[in-house]
């Protein structure tokens, strides 16, 4: 039986807090939790929704009830359809977090390995992520590639 199950609402604050665990650690951002309580209702209502396009797969902590240990959230996109993703489908893999008392277990991959199957299953012709140094060789152990197309962002 495997530990990683799919996240539900009642999940959302756990999601929120290992969330900013990887924050954080990326250190892009000042470590506040302020934000929090305005993305719960839409966490909640997505996490709810077991048929949308956003998913997150999580494990239990093993010491603390209540408490996640490791969580991947991902959604599907929709793209106009080109050679190698003829349909357009684009999963997109983020907020990848360890509890730091229950880093080292496997967690984080296994979470992975449910999120890549949900996106094989609808049919997404290939994931992305963005990958820290740290945790770089997970992806690549997994099948992942650096990627060589710019980016760019407009803060709105």
């Avoid at 302020?34 to 996490?47: C, K």
């Avoid at 880093?103 to 984080?108: D, L, S």
């Amino acid at each position: 039986m495997s530990l990683v199950r799919r996240a539900v609402a009642a999940d959302a604050a756990e999601v929120l807090r290992l969330r900013q665990v990887m924050l954080d650690a990326m250190g892009r951002t000042p470590p506040s939790t302020d934000w929090h309580a305005g993305s719960l209702p839409a966490l909640r209502a997505r996490l709810a929704d077991p048929d949308g396009e956003f998913a997150a797969f999580v494990v239990e902590h093993p010491e603390r009830p209540d408490a996640l240990a490791a969580l991947v959230v991902g959604s599907l996109e929709y793209r106009i359809g080109r050679a190698g993703n003829p349909r357009g489908l684009t999963g997109y893999v983020f907020s990848v977090a360890t509890d730091p008392a229950a880093r080292r277990r496997g967690y984080a991959r296994a979470c992975m390995a449910e999120l890549l199957e949900w996106f094989r299953e609808r049919d997404a012709g290939h994931v992305m992520l963005n990958a820290s140094p740290e945790a770089e060789p997970l992806y690549a152990s997994l099948g992942f590639t650096r990627d060589t197309d710019p980016s760019m962002r407009l803060h709105l």
